[in-house]
């Protein structure tokens, strides 16, 4: 059976207000290594509401680089397996579970990806010709990195931000586009998801190196 709507249950239950919609609640930030993603991220432990931020380090990203924040106000996990980082997004993501972190960044997402790639293929069942079910694998990839990370971080209670390196690629007209660096679907249904995509560079201006967003 549809759902039904009238008017009152739209403007009584629905209805929000512009300064609401202008907070984001899911951002990614992408770029090449030493643009200065993990630091930017890392800022957002020094906004006003925050308590806490947790930051979820899969290739030692922030050893030296955050010297300059508060050791009161950031954790971090170096998280070393796809198991360890599934069963801490597991706990952060249960409606049922506490904790006290407003803000959580992942950092970075294309390494957990490759992570999970290696996790599904492993477990992979064996097809009638005797090889991997490479459909298999891949359908869980992108199950994992789109529902499990993308949709469960844009519902997250707290302000979610996703690390994600470039990758480039050749579109029609030969110019060059950069990308985030995710593997099969998923790199077509990411984008998508969080409500601010930021692509970061390094560079000089006026002298001085800075990070661009």
């Not at 899969?58 to 971090?76: P, R, Y």
């Not at 990370?149 to 931000?161: M, S």
């Amino acid at each position: 059976m549809s759902e039904s709507f009238d008017l009152s249950d739209v403007l009584g239950k629905y209805i929000s207000k512009p300064s609401a919609a202008s907070k984001p609640e899911f951002v990614v930030l992408y770029g090449r290594p030493g643009c200065g993603k993990t630091y930017l991220a890392a800022t957002a432990s020094e906004l006003p509401h925050v308590r806490k931020t947790l930051i979820l380090d899969t290739e030692g990203s922030t050893v030296g680089t955050l010297s300059d924040f508060d050791d009161d106000k950031i954790d971090i996990i170096r998280v070393t397996s796809f198991a360890m980082l599934k069963a801490i997004l597991d706990k952060l993501n249960d409606p049922n579970a506490t904790h006290e972190y407003d803000v959580v960044i992942l950092d970075t997402l294309d390494v957990a990806q490759g992570w999970a790639v290696d996790h599904f293929k492993e477990i992979a069942p064996i097809t009638r010709s005797g090889e991997q079910d490479g459909f298999w694998v891949w359908g869980k990839v992108s199950e994992w990195t789109v529902k499990e990370v993308g949709q469960d971080l844009r519902q997250a209670p707290y302000l979610a931000i996703a690390v994600i390196h470039e990758r480039e690629e050749k579109s029609t007209d030969g110019s060059v586009v950069k990308m985030l660096k995710l593997q099969g679907s998923a790199k077509d249904t990411w984008p998508g998801l969080p409500d601010v995509v930021a692509y970061l560079e390094r560079k000089v201006l006026d002298g001085v190196p800075q990070t661009v967003a």
